[in-house]
């Protein structure tokens, strides 16, 4: 997947633009970074376009550890979304579109880190694009 296609995903799963989406797209990977590992933060930059991977980036090796109350409040603060709700359905936009666009074995080493409450966000029930 492609950075385009990986905003586009997005953009349908949230309903919202491309500017939007990459504001979203950065709250999201920029928080989820702080939640893992530097190690699997710089092993899942290298799955994802060229463009995407600096959001990854963390200067220290250890995970902040934050439940997914605390992991909303940071994703919404930097995305500017409006409520909690909304917090939740760009994050999991983003998630959703991250799960496809690595392998399965990369998926399951960035589970391994993330609380399970975190861990949902990445399988949403009946949610494709567009729907």
Partial sequence: MNHAEFLEAVGKRAGVPATEATT??????????????GGEARHLAMRLPEELRGYLHKNVDFAEQLDLVEFLNEVGVRAGTEDDDRTAEVARAVLTTLREAVSAEDLKGLES?????????LHPLDRGIGG
């Fill in 113 to 121: 880190e993330l609380p399970k409450d975190i861990r949902r966000l």
């Fill in 24 to 37: 979203v797209v950065g709250a999201t990977l920029t928080t989820l970074a702080e939640r893992v590992s």
